[in-house]
């Protein structure tokens, strides 16, 4: 699952680079699915050429995207999902290591600061955010988690229909872990690369920080949101 907002620039080459005859191998029948958060670039063209499935989502943000993919996924028979960022910041060749890491029920969270992390990859605000945040999450909620904005996560059926969840933007990923946390759904680290991203950045680092740690913060209070998914 890719979700997209404007990744023209990104998305031919990241589809290029799934491993799919590699996981062929391994006995898994995949299929590449696009949720688009309303992109007016070429995105959407360039997902129907390479035969990608197309999710149009209804509403703005990443984390209704996402949740109206696990839905669809609940909806078709697949036993595992692995959704991964479309700026060309994660290595798709990884797919498959992410796949054989997932926890039984549980979910392989991709590790850029135990893994590869080119230098010019993260911005510097976003690094020391992102330790402050993944210390935050620990702090409150006390399930190990070493890289809590991570955006290559590797699913079990189980922990998808599992998770509870209500987030609409960047905070989605902090509440996957939350949910986690909550429910005591297994989680394991895998070392991953990181580069620069193609395009433009979504996310501002200071306003979706804050609601990524008003989200633990409200999750600590309230562990499950009050409408499930
Ligand atoms: N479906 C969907 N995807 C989105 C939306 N907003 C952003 N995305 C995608 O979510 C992914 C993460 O967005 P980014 O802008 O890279 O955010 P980030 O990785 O947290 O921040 P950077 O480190 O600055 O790249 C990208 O693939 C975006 O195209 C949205 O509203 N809907
Ligand atoms: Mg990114």
């Excluded at 898994?28 to 149009?56: F, K, M, P, Q, W």
């Excluded at 939350?178 to 996310?203: F, M, N, Q, W």
């Amino acid at each position: 699952m890719l979700p997209t907002l404007d990744e023209e620039g990104a998305l031919e080459e990241i589809y290029s680079r799934i491993p799919l005859e590699e996981l062929k191998q391994k006995g898994y029948s995949s299929r590449v699915v696009v949720v688009d958060g309303g992109s007016s670039d070429n995105t959407l063209s360039i997902a129907h050429e390479l035969g990608c499935e197309v999710i149009n989502q209804w509403g703005e943000g990443k984390g209704i995207g996402m949740r109206q993919g696990f839905e669809r996924f609940l909806e078709s028979g697949d036993d595992k999902l692995v959704m991964l960022d479309c700026d060309g910041t994660y290595h798709p060749e990884e797919i498959t290591k992410m796949v054989d890491g997932i926890p039984n029920g549980g979910i392989a969270i991709g590790d850029r600061l135990h893994g590869n992390l080119e230098a010019d990859a993260m911005t510097s605000t976003n690094w020391i955010g992102n330790q402050l945040l993944t210390w935050l999450a620990v702090a409150l909620h006390g399930k190990t988690i070493n890289d809590l904005c991570s955006g290559f996560w590797a699913f079990s059926r189980d922990a998808i229909s599992r998770l509870q969840l209500n987030s609409m933007r960047f905070e989605i990923e902090a509440e996957m872990y939350t949910s986690c946390a909550y429910l005591d759904i297994p989680i394991r680290h895998i070392p991953i690369s990181y580069s620069k991203r193609v395009g433009e950045a979504k996310l501002g680092s200071i306003k979706d920080g804050t609601s990524i740690a008003r989200k633990l913060i409200i999750r600590r209070i309230f562990p499950t949101p009050h409408e499930e998914k």
